[in-house]
Protein backbone atom coordinates (compact mmCIF):
# COMPACT_ATOMS: atom_id res chain seq x y z
CA UNK A 1 0.00 0.00 0.00
CA UNK A 2 1.32 3.44 -1.04
CA UNK A 3 1.21 6.18 1.92
CA UNK A 4 1.21 9.36 0.92
CA UNK A 5 -0.60 11.60 3.02
CA UNK A 6 -0.40 14.81 0.67
CA UNK A 7 -0.20 14.44 -2.51
CA UNK A 8 -3.36 12.41 -4.28
CA UNK A 9 -4.33 15.43 -6.55
CA UNK A 10 -1.19 14.61 -8.57
CA UNK A 11 -1.68 11.07 -8.25
CA UNK A 12 -5.29 11.47 -9.85
CA UNK A 13 -3.30 13.79 -12.47
CA UNK A 14 -1.10 10.75 -13.23
CA UNK A 15 -4.16 8.34 -14.42
CA UNK A 16 -6.07 11.30 -16.11
CA UNK A 17 -2.64 12.12 -18.46
CA UNK A 18 -2.60 8.84 -19.41
CA UNK A 19 -6.56 8.46 -20.07
CA UNK A 20 -8.49 8.98 -23.44
CA UNK A 21 -11.52 9.55 -22.21
CA UNK A 22 -10.66 10.79 -18.81
CA UNK A 23 -14.08 8.86 -17.36
CA UNK A 24 -13.97 9.65 -13.27
CA UNK A 25 -16.57 8.07 -11.34
CA UNK A 26 -16.56 9.59 -7.68
CA UNK A 27 -18.06 6.25 -5.18
CA UNK A 28 -18.66 6.17 -1.58
CA UNK A 29 -20.27 4.03 0.72
CA UNK A 30 -24.11 2.97 0.83
CA UNK A 31 -26.84 5.06 2.38
CA UNK A 32 -24.16 7.89 2.26
CA UNK A 33 -24.22 10.18 5.48
CA UNK A 34 -23.44 13.98 5.53
CA UNK A 35 -19.34 13.50 5.61
CA UNK A 36 -19.34 10.73 2.38
CA UNK A 37 -21.73 13.40 0.41
CA UNK A 38 -19.74 16.40 1.31
CA UNK A 39 -16.17 14.51 0.39
CA UNK A 40 -17.97 13.31 -3.04
CA UNK A 41 -19.09 16.53 -4.29
CA UNK A 42 -15.95 18.06 -3.30
CA UNK A 43 -13.54 15.11 -4.95
CA UNK A 44 -16.34 16.03 -7.94
CA UNK A 45 -15.06 20.14 -7.61
CA UNK A 46 -11.67 19.09 -7.88
CA UNK A 47 -11.23 16.77 -11.04
CA UNK A 48 -13.70 19.34 -12.56
CA UNK A 49 -11.70 22.55 -11.82
CA UNK A 50 -8.30 20.95 -11.82
CA UNK A 51 -8.44 18.53 -14.79
CA UNK A 52 -11.21 19.71 -16.47
CA UNK A 53 -13.13 16.27 -16.03
CA UNK A 54 -16.90 15.76 -14.99
CA UNK A 55 -16.83 12.87 -12.78
CA UNK A 56 -20.16 10.60 -12.67
CA UNK A 57 -21.20 10.72 -8.81
CA UNK A 58 -22.11 7.17 -7.88
CA UNK A 59 -24.03 6.56 -4.56
CA UNK A 60 -24.64 2.92 -3.76
CA UNK A 61 -28.57 2.49 -2.31
CA UNK A 62 -29.10 6.24 -2.24
CA UNK A 63 -28.55 8.95 0.29
CA UNK A 64 -29.32 8.97 3.71
CA UNK A 65 -32.11 10.46 4.87
CA UNK A 66 -29.86 13.26 6.55
CA UNK A 67 -28.18 13.59 3.27
CA UNK A 68 -31.41 13.76 1.55
CA UNK A 69 -32.31 16.82 3.48
CA UNK A 70 -28.85 18.29 2.78
CA UNK A 71 -29.40 18.08 -0.51
CA UNK A 72 -32.44 19.47 -1.12
CA UNK A 73 -32.02 22.30 0.49
CA UNK A 74 -28.40 23.12 -0.57
CA UNK A 75 -27.79 21.67 -4.29
CA UNK A 76 -30.43 21.97 -7.22
CA UNK A 77 -30.99 19.05 -8.70
CA UNK A 78 -27.86 17.28 -8.17
CA UNK A 79 -27.87 14.42 -10.13
CA UNK A 80 -26.39 10.88 -9.48
CA UNK A 81 -26.04 7.09 -9.62
CA UNK A 82 -26.37 4.44 -8.08
CA UNK A 83 -24.23 2.12 -10.03
CA UNK A 84 -21.90 2.61 -12.52
CA UNK A 85 -22.14 2.96 -15.92
CA UNK A 86 -19.63 1.04 -18.25
CA UNK A 87 -15.92 1.47 -17.25
CA UNK A 88 -14.03 4.74 -16.18
CA UNK A 89 -10.31 5.38 -16.19
CA UNK A 90 -10.51 6.83 -12.81
CA UNK A 91 -12.51 5.20 -9.37
CA UNK A 92 -12.25 7.81 -6.99
CA UNK A 93 -13.50 6.46 -3.84
CA UNK A 94 -14.31 8.37 -0.70
CA UNK A 95 -15.05 8.10 3.13
CA UNK A 96 -14.68 4.27 2.88
CA UNK A 97 -11.71 1.63 2.10
CA UNK A 98 -13.96 -1.45 2.42
CA UNK A 99 -15.32 -2.71 -1.06
CA UNK A 100 -18.05 -4.30 1.37
CA UNK A 101 -19.22 -1.22 2.54
CA UNK A 102 -19.68 0.05 -1.24
CA UNK A 103 -21.89 -3.25 -2.02
CA UNK A 104 -21.22 -4.20 -5.65
CA UNK A 105 -20.15 -1.71 -6.84
CA UNK A 106 -17.29 -2.50 -4.29
CA UNK A 107 -16.26 -5.49 -6.45
CA UNK A 108 -15.83 -3.93 -9.52
CA UNK A 109 -13.26 -1.28 -7.92
CA UNK A 110 -11.61 -4.10 -6.82
CA UNK A 111 -11.26 -5.47 -9.96
CA UNK A 112 -10.27 -1.85 -11.01
CA UNK A 113 -7.95 -1.49 -8.05
CA UNK A 114 -4.86 -0.09 -10.18
CA UNK A 115 -7.39 3.02 -11.86
CA UNK A 116 -9.03 3.78 -7.82
CA UNK A 117 -7.69 6.09 -5.69
CA UNK A 118 -8.55 5.67 -2.18
CA UNK A 119 -9.23 8.61 0.40
CA UNK A 120 -10.85 7.91 3.38
CA UNK A 121 -10.31 8.47 7.13
CA UNK A 122 -11.60 4.59 8.76
CA UNK A 123 -8.88 2.91 10.56
CA UNK A 124 -7.74 0.00 9.91
CA UNK A 125 -7.92 0.58 6.07
CA UNK A 126 -10.05 -1.96 4.22
CA UNK A 127 -9.49 -4.31 1.23
CA UNK A 128 -9.87 -1.41 -1.25
CA UNK A 129 -6.69 -0.03 -0.36
CA UNK A 130 -4.79 -3.52 -1.71
CA UNK A 131 -3.82 -2.67 -4.97
CA UNK A 132 -5.03 0.42 -5.91
CA UNK A 133 -3.34 3.49 -7.66
CA UNK A 134 -3.07 5.85 -5.00
CA UNK A 135 -4.13 4.93 -1.26
CA UNK A 136 -4.35 8.43 1.28
CA UNK A 137 -6.08 7.26 4.28
CA UNK A 138 -5.48 9.83 7.22
CA UNK A 139 -6.89 10.14 10.81
CA UNK A 140 -8.82 12.99 10.50
CA UNK A 141 -12.03 13.71 12.21
CA UNK A 142 -13.82 13.72 8.82
CA UNK A 143 -13.06 12.54 5.67
CA UNK A 144 -14.24 16.25 4.65
CA UNK A 145 -11.23 17.43 5.95
CA UNK A 146 -9.12 15.69 3.79
CA UNK A 147 -10.93 17.47 0.44
CA UNK A 148 -11.59 20.52 2.01
CA UNK A 149 -7.84 21.16 2.73
CA UNK A 150 -7.70 19.96 -0.70
CA UNK A 151 -9.85 22.49 -1.97
CA UNK A 152 -8.13 25.11 -0.38
CA UNK A 153 -4.66 24.72 -0.81
CA UNK A 154 -5.81 24.74 -4.35
CA UNK A 155 -7.39 28.11 -4.27
CA UNK A 156 -10.83 27.07 -5.37
CA UNK A 157 -13.90 29.13 -4.43
CA UNK A 158 -16.44 26.71 -2.74
CA UNK A 159 -20.22 28.33 -3.17
CA UNK A 160 -22.58 28.55 0.00
CA UNK A 161 -24.07 25.55 -0.68
CA UNK A 162 -21.26 23.22 -1.05
CA UNK A 163 -19.73 24.97 1.74
CA UNK A 164 -22.94 24.58 4.11
CA UNK A 165 -23.05 20.55 2.86
CA UNK A 166 -19.10 20.53 3.76
CA UNK A 167 -20.31 22.02 7.13
CA UNK A 168 -22.49 19.40 7.84
CA UNK A 169 -20.24 16.33 7.07
CA UNK A 170 -17.92 17.79 9.49
CA UNK A 171 -20.90 17.77 12.25
CA UNK A 172 -21.78 14.76 11.43
CA UNK A 173 -18.77 12.93 11.70
CA UNK A 174 -17.76 14.41 14.57
CA UNK A 175 -21.09 14.42 16.52
CA UNK A 176 -21.62 18.29 16.53
CA UNK A 177 -17.98 18.91 17.77
CA UNK A 178 -17.84 16.81 20.60
CA UNK A 179 -14.82 15.64 18.81
CA UNK A 180 -12.54 18.20 18.00
CA UNK A 181 -9.27 19.30 17.16
CA UNK A 182 -7.35 22.92 15.53
CA UNK A 183 -7.94 21.66 12.07
CA UNK A 184 -11.35 20.82 12.20
CA UNK A 185 -12.16 23.86 13.37
CA UNK A 186 -9.89 26.20 11.43
CA UNK A 187 -11.61 24.40 8.19
CA UNK A 188 -15.09 24.92 9.75
CA UNK A 189 -14.24 28.61 10.41
CA UNK A 190 -13.37 29.00 7.09
CA UNK A 191 -16.68 27.20 5.72
CA UNK A 192 -18.66 29.81 8.16
CA UNK A 193 -16.75 32.81 6.51
CA UNK A 194 -17.93 32.00 3.05
CA UNK A 195 -21.54 32.66 4.47
CA UNK A 196 -22.83 29.23 5.66
CA UNK A 197 -25.75 29.32 8.40
CA UNK A 198 -24.81 27.39 10.93
CA UNK A 199 -27.85 27.03 13.04
CA UNK A 200 -29.65 26.17 9.79
CA UNK A 201 -27.07 23.67 8.91
CA UNK A 202 -27.47 22.23 12.76
CA UNK A 203 -31.37 22.71 12.11
CA UNK A 204 -30.98 20.07 9.07
CA UNK A 205 -28.94 17.99 10.70
CA UNK A 206 -31.38 17.44 13.25
CA UNK A 207 -33.37 14.25 12.53
CA UNK A 208 -37.14 14.25 13.18
CA UNK A 209 -38.19 11.26 15.08
CA UNK A 210 -41.28 9.50 13.93
CA UNK A 211 -44.42 8.78 16.01
CA UNK A 212 -43.87 5.16 16.38
CA UNK A 213 -40.18 5.92 17.58
CA UNK A 214 -41.41 8.90 20.17
CA UNK A 215 -43.86 6.11 21.53
CA UNK A 216 -41.05 3.81 21.76
CA UNK A 217 -39.37 6.16 24.16
CA UNK A 218 -41.72 7.67 26.45
CA UNK A 219 -43.24 3.39 26.95
CA UNK A 220 -38.99 2.79 27.66
CA UNK A 221 -39.55 5.36 29.81
CA UNK A 222 -43.01 4.47 31.79
CA UNK A 223 -41.93 0.99 31.84
CA UNK A 224 -38.55 1.31 32.90
CA UNK A 225 -36.44 -0.63 35.77
CA UNK A 226 -33.89 1.52 38.06
CA UNK A 227 -31.31 0.23 39.47
CA UNK A 228 -28.64 2.06 41.29
CA UNK A 229 -25.03 0.82 42.17
CA UNK A 230 -23.09 2.52 43.99
CA UNK A 231 -23.40 6.25 42.31
CA UNK A 232 -24.72 4.54 38.98
CA UNK A 233 -27.71 4.18 37.91
CA UNK A 234 -28.73 1.56 35.36
CA UNK A 235 -31.71 1.59 33.43
CA UNK A 236 -33.49 -1.71 31.86
CA UNK A 237 -36.78 -1.43 29.87
CA UNK A 238 -38.05 -2.86 27.10
CA UNK A 239 -40.28 -1.40 24.13
CA UNK A 240 -41.13 -4.03 20.62
CA UNK A 241 -39.33 -1.66 18.20
CA UNK A 242 -36.48 1.38 17.96
CA UNK A 243 -34.84 -0.24 21.21
CA UNK A 244 -31.52 1.56 20.41
CA UNK A 245 -33.22 5.05 20.07
CA UNK A 246 -35.08 4.10 23.68
CA UNK A 247 -31.94 3.53 25.39
CA UNK A 248 -29.90 6.66 24.28
CA UNK A 249 -33.15 8.48 25.45
CA UNK A 250 -32.75 6.60 28.44
CA UNK A 251 -28.97 8.22 29.03
CA UNK A 252 -30.61 11.50 28.26
CA UNK A 253 -32.97 11.32 31.22
CA UNK A 254 -30.01 10.34 33.76
CA UNK A 255 -29.48 6.73 32.84
CA UNK A 256 -25.20 5.99 33.25
CA UNK A 257 -26.38 2.73 32.07
CA UNK A 258 -29.51 1.92 29.60
CA UNK A 259 -30.09 -1.69 28.32
CA UNK A 260 -33.75 -1.72 26.16
CA UNK A 261 -34.82 -5.13 25.09
CA UNK A 262 -36.71 -5.40 21.63
CA UNK A 263 -37.67 -7.52 19.39
CA UNK A 264 -41.23 -10.03 19.08
CA UNK A 265 -42.63 -13.59 19.67
CA UNK A 266 -39.31 -14.94 21.40
CA UNK A 267 -36.70 -13.15 19.06
CA UNK A 268 -35.34 -10.49 20.98
CA UNK A 269 -32.65 -7.32 20.07
CA UNK A 270 -31.13 -5.79 22.90
CA UNK A 271 -29.68 -1.99 22.95
CA UNK A 272 -26.85 -1.31 25.09
CA UNK A 273 -25.91 2.29 26.04
CA UNK A 274 -23.72 3.95 28.52
CA UNK A 275 -21.85 7.38 29.03
CA UNK A 276 -18.49 8.09 28.33
CA UNK A 277 -18.27 9.21 32.15
CA UNK A 278 -19.64 5.92 32.74
CA UNK A 279 -16.93 4.49 30.53
CA UNK A 280 -14.03 6.43 31.54
CA UNK A 281 -14.79 5.89 35.51
CA UNK A 282 -15.47 1.58 35.50
CA UNK A 283 -13.41 0.50 32.34
CA UNK A 284 -16.69 -1.36 31.60
CA UNK A 285 -17.36 -1.31 27.96
CA UNK A 286 -20.32 -2.67 27.20
CA UNK A 287 -19.12 -4.17 23.77
CA UNK A 288 -15.81 -5.99 25.20
CA UNK A 289 -17.52 -7.07 28.91
CA UNK A 290 -20.83 -7.17 29.08
CA UNK A 291 -22.06 -8.67 25.93
CA UNK A 292 -20.02 -11.66 25.62
CA UNK A 293 -21.38 -12.27 28.94
CA UNK A 294 -24.59 -12.61 27.86
CA UNK A 295 -23.37 -14.41 24.83
CA UNK A 296 -22.27 -17.46 27.06
CA UNK A 297 -25.30 -17.64 28.59
CA UNK A 298 -27.90 -16.94 25.80
CA UNK A 299 -28.85 -18.38 22.54
CA UNK A 300 -27.37 -15.27 20.18
CA UNK A 301 -24.72 -13.01 19.10
CA UNK A 302 -23.56 -9.64 19.63
CA UNK A 303 -20.87 -7.11 19.99
CA UNK A 304 -20.13 -3.16 19.77
CA UNK A 305 -17.85 -0.43 21.07
CA UNK A 306 -17.23 1.12 24.66
CA UNK A 307 -20.72 2.93 25.04
CA UNK A 308 -23.21 1.73 22.68
CA UNK A 309 -23.51 -2.69 22.11
CA UNK A 310 -25.90 -5.02 20.81
CA UNK A 311 -27.30 -8.16 20.79
CA UNK A 312 -29.83 -10.48 18.89
CA UNK A 313 -30.97 -13.87 20.23
CA UNK A 314 -33.40 -16.09 21.42
CA UNK A 315 -35.81 -15.35 24.43
CA UNK A 316 -37.96 -14.26 26.65
CA UNK A 317 -37.78 -10.41 27.23
CA UNK A 318 -38.20 -9.55 30.59
CA UNK A 319 -36.48 -13.08 31.85
CA UNK A 320 -33.38 -11.19 28.89
CA UNK A 321 -34.05 -7.93 30.91
CA UNK A 322 -33.44 -9.51 34.40
CA UNK A 323 -30.55 -11.44 33.34
CA UNK A 324 -28.79 -8.08 32.20
CA UNK A 325 -29.66 -6.10 34.82
CA UNK A 326 -28.16 -8.62 37.34
CA UNK A 327 -24.95 -9.04 34.69
CA UNK A 328 -24.41 -5.26 34.83
CA UNK A 329 -24.71 -4.88 38.37
CA UNK A 330 -22.46 -7.46 39.50
CA UNK A 331 -19.72 -6.65 36.71
CA UNK A 332 -20.29 -3.04 38.21
CA UNK A 333 -19.88 -4.32 41.97
CA UNK A 334 -16.92 -5.86 40.83
CA UNK A 335 -15.19 -2.95 39.40
CA UNK A 336 -16.00 -0.17 41.29
CA UNK A 337 -16.20 -1.49 45.11
CA UNK A 338 -13.80 -4.66 44.88
CA UNK A 339 -11.07 -3.65 42.33
CA UNK A 340 -11.43 -6.38 41.03
MN1 LIG B 1 -16.78 9.80 7.46
Known amino acids: MKKDN ?28 PDALASALLAKLLVDRLYGADAD ?32 DLYLVVDSSSSSALREVGEKVLSYASRAVIIDHHFPPGDLV ?71 VVGLLQEPMSLSERVARLKAASRCLIIRVGDYIICGSHVSSHEASAARGLLSLGADVAVVV ?45 TAAGFNGVGDVQKTLQLILRLLSSEIYRRVFRHG
Open 57 to 88: LIFPEGLSSVSKRLAERFLSGMEFLENFVGNY
Open 130 to 200: QGAAYVCVRRELACTNILLEAVFKAGIDLDRGLASISLAGILYDTGRFQRADPKTFMLSSKLLEIGVDYEE
Open 6 to 33: VDFLAAIGKILANAYFRRVAVVTHINAD
Open 262 to 306: GGKRGEIRVSFRSTQEFYRNTGISLGRDIVPLLSDIMEGSGGGHA
